[in-house]
């Protein structure tokens, strides 16, 4: 069983940053992909960006690929959203979230993860 819990959503202008953290609980927690995915009102959930077990292998959506990056600590049990540039279209909920098949590469849809964080609020201002 893993939980997740989120911070460092908020109100930012256009052009500006915000640094978006996981924190998850559980034994596990470095042997499994994580990812990051947001949900604006009115539209689905979309991936924006995942990591493998170790950090080597990340992927991204086009829309925040340059801009946003993913980072993990698995000492720490952390996972980390760095999103630069910020635009007004990026405004959403964001969640953290964990696919529990052990050792695999990031996936893009939210059907192969299992466990989800309550999500953090990114609000971007023109």
């Known amino acids: 069983q893993v939980q997740l819990v989120e911070s460092g959503g908020g109100l930012v202008q256009a052009g500006g940053s915000l640094r978006l953290s996981c924190a998850a609980s559980?034994?596990?927690?470095?042997?499994?992909?994580m990812g990051w995915f947001r949900q604006a009102p009115g539209k689905e959930r979309e991936f924006v960006g995942g990591?493998?077990?170790?950090?080597?292998?990340?992927y991204y959506a086009d829309s925040v690929k340059g801009r946003f990056t993913i980072s993990r600590d698995n000492a720490k049990k952390m996972v980390y959203l760095q999103m630069n540039s910020l635009k007004p279209e990026d405004t959403a909920v964001y969640y953290c979230?964990?696919?529990?098949?052990?050792?695999?590469?990031?996936?893009?849809?939210?059907?192969?993860?299992?466990?989800w964080g309550q999500g953090t609020q990114v609000t971007v201002s023109s």
């Open positions: 979230a964990a696919d529990s098949e052990l050792f695999t590469a990031p996936s893009r849809s939210h059907n192969d993860y299992d466990y």
């Open positions: 990591i493998n077990w170790s950090g080597g292998v990340t």
């Open positions: 559980g034994r596990t927690f470095s042997r499994y992909t």
